[in-house]
């Protein structure tokens, strides 16, 4: 009898830390693995009045804006000689960039979705080597513009105009000097309304003018009033809250990640002006006899701000660059430290 007992104790026991041991397994391989996933969720998602959430409204560090510049040093080889231009790298002019979002609306739960345009700040760094005062010599933006945009007879027109538009800050000459600052962000003003001395003929190029550079980003019709206005060209003003136009930069709709942590920041919709067919595509790229035109088109990615956690090594992040209207493909390698 006693022996019976002892084999159904043993046998009890048996089941028992069978029972325990399997539940240990079932809970370390998928209960804690759901409690991570949880925690993950809860600490990545954009939910409102998290850490996270306001890490995506305002990065809280600065990325570094470098902007180097190719000058070349034998101008007069290159105007009268034929020569081939000789370029020198200067040396990093540095920005502090600092990321906003701004005109937030995040009230489509079913899309799981939140929209928003990016307000971007530059501030020049004092602690580097340059200065945004210096000087640089450049090709003629706007007189390249200029020819590019015009025809052979508007060319003819615009020649005996030159030296009159390009007052006060610009040279009809094919390389200038200019200060960064004002070349980047501050601008180059040029065909002002009110100079007398433009004549009737100049003045309807400089209307003409005004007509080809509507779509550019890079050159802004400034209206002051009272018959003062006049053309701004600047590299990167379009990027700012300065800007005259509609912004380049465009509305981004991406995802949450509340219902899905994998589609995190992923965009869903991006229109700017007329440049997005339906806010997935655009509408610049390709023709009727070029290829690849749908993955051109393609508006794809997150924004560069915002990523899903747990990326894999070698896998590929897409991001939709607005500068130039493509996304581009970059892969995640763990960095090795040496110790």
């Not at 830390?17 to 600490?43: D, Y």
């Not at 004092?126 to 390249?144: G, K, R």
């Not at 995802?255 to 509408?283: F, K, V, Y």
Request: hydrophobic letters at 35%.
């Amino acid at each position: 009898m006693n022996l019976i007992c002892s084999l159904k104790c043993t046998v009890c026991w048996a089941v028992l830390a069978a029972l325990f041991f399997g539940g240990s397994f079932l809970f370390t391989f998928w209960g804690v693995q759901k409690i991570i996933r949880s925690q993950i969720i809860s600490q990545t998602a954009l939910i409102k009045d998290t850490d996270q959430w306001d890490r995506f409204l305002e990065l809280p560090f600065p990325v570094s804006f470098v902007v180097r510049f190719f000058e070349p040093i034998n101008i007069d080889g290159i105007l009268y000689n034929n020569e081939k231009p000789i370029l020198n790298e200067s040396k990093p002019y540095i920005y502090k960039l600092y990321i906003k979002k701004e005109n937030l609306r995040y009230d489509d739960d079913e899309e799981d979705s939140v929209n928003y345009n990016r307000n971007m700040i530059f501030e020049f760094d004092n602690s580097s080597e340059t200065l945004d005062t210096d000087e640089i010599t450049i090709i003629n933006p706007v007189l390249l513009a200029s020819l590019q945009l015009s025809n052979n007879i508007e060319r003819l027109a615009l020649a005996g105009c030159l030296e009159k538009l390009y007052k006060p800050d610009l040279k009809p000459e094919i390389f200038i000097s200019v200060q960064v600052k004002k070349f980047l962000f501050d601008g180059l003003n040029f065909a002002y309304a009110n100079d007398t001395d433009l004549g009737v003929a100049c003045n309807f190029v400089r209307t003409k003018m005004i007509s080809m550079t509507a779509d550019l980003r890079n050159i802004e019709h400034i209206d002051e009033g009272d018959g003062k206005d006049y053309l701004r060209f600047t590299v990167f003003n379009y990027k700012t809250q300065n800007y005259a136009k509609y912004s380049p930069d465009g509305r981004f709709t991406i995802n949450r990640g509340q219902t899905d942590i994998n589609q995190l920041g992923q965009i869903i919709r991006w229109s700017s002006g007329t440049l997005s067919i339906d806010g997935t595509s655009l509408n610049i790229w390709g023709t009727r006899t070029s290829i690849n035109n749908e993955s051109c088109a393609a508006i794809k990615g997150t924004d560069s701000t915002i990523y899903k956690p747990q990326i894999e090594e070698n896998e590929n992040i897409y991001v939709y660059n607005t500068d130039i209207c493509r996304y581009v493909i970059t892969k995640f390698y763990k960095a090795n430290y040496i110790t």
